[in-house]
């Protein structure tokens, strides 16, 4: 009868830590995929230096980013398990052209332009008005983004370039 009570105890035993590392591979693979998932919402919003600060916050490694036409794709590690996770880039509603060029500028600057900006009338109709620091590096490179100043003395307010018709 003996043997058979330690036999019942070393099993017990035996199911309850493979029942531990279960639970603590699980909790592994959790907090890898709360790292992976934080670091390509940052990716998708233009901030790669975002992306590993998150991913290494969350106690993992940003092994590899990639945006291609604004979605993100991570990999990252965490105690030697990988999560890997994707995220668009979101658009508030806005003219497809002002998209384009808020996605260009954010992709040149390799920050986030199009969630510091205010829009000017309906879908950013009237152009869009930026923060300061964002505005003189803005102005810069109006011939890549395809926007530029609205001029009237208002230097925070941008427009799509007028496009130059030659005949």
Known sequence: MLPLVVLVIVAALAGALALAHLAARGQSMAQAQTAADAAALAAARHRPGDAAELAAANGANLVAVEVVDGVARVEVTLDGETALAAAERPRGVMAPALAAALDRAGEILGQ????????????????IEVPR???????T????TGLCRAGGGRPLHFVLCPAIHRG
């Open 112 to 127: 986030d332009v199009a969630g510091s900006v205010r829009l000017l009338g309906p879908l950013g109709s009237g152009g």
């Open 141 to 144: 490179l109006s011939h890549r």
């Open 133 to 139: 620091p964002l505005a003189a590096r803005l102005a």
